[in-house]
């Protein structure tokens, strides 16, 4: 997901889509635990949106948003 389509979220959606994506890198380092394939660059990917989205979290709580 994009960060111009994260900064229209409200706060409570970006908790939840904080949750979900955890739980889906948790899966896919889970796949890669039990030697199952799970595909670098979605592993890769799904850091990255929970760093987006925890960065746009904290802007928003600390008024620093657009």
Do not use: P, Y
């Not at 908790?15 to 899966?27: A, C, M, N, V």
């Not at 796949?31 to 979290?57: N, P």
């Amino acid at each position: 997901m994009k960060m111009k389509e994260m900064r229209e979220k409200s706060i409570a959606d970006l908790d939840e889509l904080l949750i979900e994506t955890r739980k889906k890198q948790f899966g896919m380092r889970m796949q890669t635990g039990f030697g199952q394939e799970a595909r670098a660059s979605e592993i890769r990917a799904a850091r990255k949106d929970v760093a987006r989205i925890k960065t746009l979290l904290t802007e928003l709580r600390n008024g620093g948003g657009s």
